[in-house]
């Protein structure tokens, strides 16, 4: 038995807002993505409500282009921890006219993925979406608050946000209301990998240098496969690379490693000098990519 | 996570004309926490506008509605670290809203540096930024003198302002100990990560040394055990049959297994029989741990009620006085009725009497029927059940509490219990 505990002041706080959201809300969800950051809000929660399972689902939104790795960790992730995981298809979005495939060079199923979101919002009636955002990773998510109240179409209003003051939340909403929760806002990308490795958390095998065929495009490094558009002249080389941030194929670039333990990669993180986000691509399209985004319900 | 690693937070205060974005700009960029594509992006932006320097302000100018104007508009934070410690910055603007975003900034914060620029000397705005600190009771202000490059690091200008500053510390609840000045140019990067040559008459630390030698322990509070139950475990499963963990974060001072407690608002007392952090059982726990307590007696306990010992048990009641600052465009008026959210527990509650409004300036206080955005004043009120409490000054988290008004549920005030 351990004699005194002297919290990490940053996981202690991650754990009262996951306990907040499960007591202020009908019905929670946690949205999962298979990257680090949603992989560590799971260990989080499972620390918040152990020994009872985590008392809310899994939400995955499937864009159809996520990497193989990605949705077989995720699967074994949620049998080993008896979760409950609901996956929606942003290819059934498309299938029902809802929304439109992006064509041409940077075509991306990333931003389709809002549709998906609100539907199975709807669908399930969810009144708090956890989220594993953090304010370190954009400018526009700076602002973002733990709490973030969200209307009846998803938007965000960055001027009318609800001030958070020490550490009580307000989630008091209206029907139709959702909240966008965030427990991790106030980690930065080190201390989320600091901690992965602290804690022993598996992850997909992607985050570690890999052989893979990829792409050279606009100073960045492409996934070389069906789903993302390539040019007849852009030429494919099979390179040590690995994924610092994990999300769809089309938006997710690699950049070159040899990082193959946790180890490698906690210390890359901190020698880096490339923000996580200069690997995404559709940050790139324009510098208030983000805050345009959020605005129309990403999270 | 950085075990390590000692995390401290900090408040800024100051206008953007004092030079705060670029402080925080200065501060990021010589700890090399922006990285290239943001020094990149930062040179493109400074490039575009005809800067013929960096202009460190767009490393944390977030909204574009606020880099249209040039200023920043809300609370923004900011993270970075060196070997020692790891930083968050709550930077708070300075225009018209600057009550409600520095007291919301300051709320989380340990420390605050105050802005002051050289030129200008202390202003209304300091003794604002100033009063703020003193409200909220911040462990420790750094005043950091900037621009001294625009009054030839002149030593005669730091010890006026200095002296000035001094005589408002004079009229708080400060000892001296807890201020700090330290002449800067963020500009030029005199004094925030290198020593300044061109001041050699300032023998103190840098700003970075300075954050860097501040202890967690040293700015935490030291009060008694405040333990309010957020939300009651119960796994129902075979191998935690019986299993009824009380969860929540600890407040103010350790709780032990065999501690004798007392249950609010019930008065039933118990003995803490477990605490546990995830899967580890443990014999205590510090402020800031968030674990499960169970008890040695079954016991009718759920969230919003309070486990504290038994040797210190809080106020019980259903009126109080607290200071307020308002933090919305709707007004606080007498006979108004909202809930109040005092840590995870809320009730509602009817405003009494608006005593006063209350000077930022320390000159005072004035008669008012009503607190708009930005106003502090003492305000009583009526409870629909009572909280369990202490003052703010005995104990932050238990002293402090939110109003959530019930058309659109804004929170629109803060309360610092009297």
């Known amino acids: 038995m351990n004699n005194l505990l002297i919290p990490n002041p940053k996981e202690a706080e991650s754990i009262h807002i996951i306990r907040e959201v499960a007591a202020q809300f009908e019905r929670p969800v946690l949205l999962f993505s298979g990257g680090k950051d949603s992989i560590t809000l799971v260990r989080l929660a499972q620390k918040a409500f152990y020994p009872a399972r985590i008392p809310f689902p899994l939400l995955h939104v499937d864009t159809g282009h996520n990497f193989p790795e990605t949705i077989e960790f995720r699967d074994r992730l949620v049998e080993e921890l008896g979760l409950e995981l609901i996956v929606r298809n942003v290819q059934d979005s498309i299938d029902q006219g809802k929304v439109r495939e992006e064509r041409g060079r940077y075509s991306s199923r990333n931003s389709l993925q809002t549709t998906t979101l609100l539907d199975a919002i709807e669908e399930f009636k969810f ?36 001030p958070e003051l020490f550490d009580m939340l307000n989630g008091k909403i209206h029907n139709g209301q959702n909240v966008r929760c965030f427990p991790i806002s106030n980690w930065t990308e080190l201390d989320v990998w600091e901690y992965i490795k ?102 | 996570m950085s075990e390590n690693r000692k995390l401290i937070k900090i408040a800024t205060a100051g206008s953007v004309d004092d030079g705060k974005s670029t402080l925080i700009g200065r501060l990021l960029y010589d700890t090399k926490s922006l990285t290239t594509d943001k020094i990149e992006a930062i040179e493109r932006s400074s490039k575009q506008r005809g800067y013929d320097y960096l202009d460190f302000s767009l490393a944390t100018d ?33 225009h018209v809203e600057y009550t409600r975003n520095m007291v919301t900034g300051a709320s989380t914060s340990q420390v605050a540096i105050i802005l002051i620029d050289a030129r200008k000397g202390v202003i209304e705005q300091t003794y604002r930024h100033f009063f703020i600190s003193n409200l909220l009771r911040i462990s420790h202000v750094v005043v950091a003198i900037n621009k ?35 002449p800067v140019s963020a500009l030029k990067g005199e004094n925030i990560a290198r020593q300044s040559e061109e001041m050699p008459w300032y023998v103190g630390n840098t700003l970075l040394d300075h954050l860097e030698v501040l202890e967690p322990a040293d700015l935490q509070e030291h009060s008694v055990a405040r333990f309010p139950v957020q939300y009651v475990i119960r796994p129902k499963t075979e191998a935690w049959h019986d299993f009824r963990g009380f969860s929540g974060m600890l407040y103010g001072g350790n709780l032990k297994v065999g501690d004798e407690v007392t249950l609010l608002p019930s008065m039933n007392t118990s003995t ?130 939110i109003l959530i008004e019930e058309g659109e549920y804004d929170t629109v005030s803060v309360g610092f219990i009297e």
């Open chain 2, 272 to 401: 803490i029989k477990s605490i546990h952090y995830f899967d580890q059982e443990i014999q205590e726990a510090a402020p800031g741990s968030s674990i499960a307590i169970t008890l040695d007696t079954e016991v009718d306990l759920s969230r919003g009620d309070m486990l504290v010992k038994s040797s210190s048990v809080p106020r019980s009641e259903k009126q109080l006085t607290a200071t307020i600052c308002q933090v919305n465009s709707k007004p606080l008026r007498v006979g108004g009725k909202y809930i109040l959210q005092h840590g995870v527990n809320r009730v509602l509650a009817k405003v009494d009497q608006i005593e006063s409004r209350i000077h930022t300036d320390f000159t005072g206080t004035e008669t008012a029927d009503q607190l708009k955005l930005n106003d502090i004043g003492r305000v009583h009120f009526r409870l629909s059940k009572p909280i369990h409490f202490d003052t703010y000054k005995e104990n932050k988290a238990n002293g402090s509490f």
């Open chain 2, 62 to 94: 977030g909204l574009v509605a606020e880099r249209e104007q040039g200023i920043t508009i809300d609370v923004a934070h900011i993270y970075f670290n060196t070997d020692k410690t790891n930083f968050i910055v709550a930077d708070t603007p300075g």
């Open chain 2, 148 to 182: 001294m490059d625009l009054v030839n690091y002149d030593e005669e200008v730091y010890l006026k302002i200095k002296a000035d500053f001094d005589a408002l510390v004079a009229k708080s609840d400060f000892t001296e100990d807890q201020i700090t000045f330290i």
């Open chain 1, 127 to 162: 009144d708090a979406c956890i989220g594993g955002a953090r304010r370190d990773e954009e400018k526009a998510r700076a602002k973002e608050r733990v709490f973030s109240v969200r209307d009846d179409f998803g938007q965000w209003d960055e001027k009318n946000q609800r």
């Open chain 1, 198 to 299: 602290t804690e022993n958390i598996e992850i997909p095998s992607i985050y570690f240098a890999h052989e893979r065929e990829v792409f050279l495009r606009d100073g960045m490094i492409w996934t070389a496969n069906e789903h993302v558009f390539r040019e007849a002249h852009e030429e494919v080389l099979v390179k040590m690379v690995r994924f610092r941030t994990v999300g769809d194929m089309t938006c997710t670039a690699a950049v070159f490693s040899e990082a193959v333990s946790l180890d490698d990669v906690v210390g890359e993180i901190r020698d880096s000098s490339i923000s996580e986000r200069g690997a995404r691509i559709d940050d790139k399209r324009s510098e208030a990519a983000m805050e345009k985004r959020k605005k129309v319900g990403y999270f």
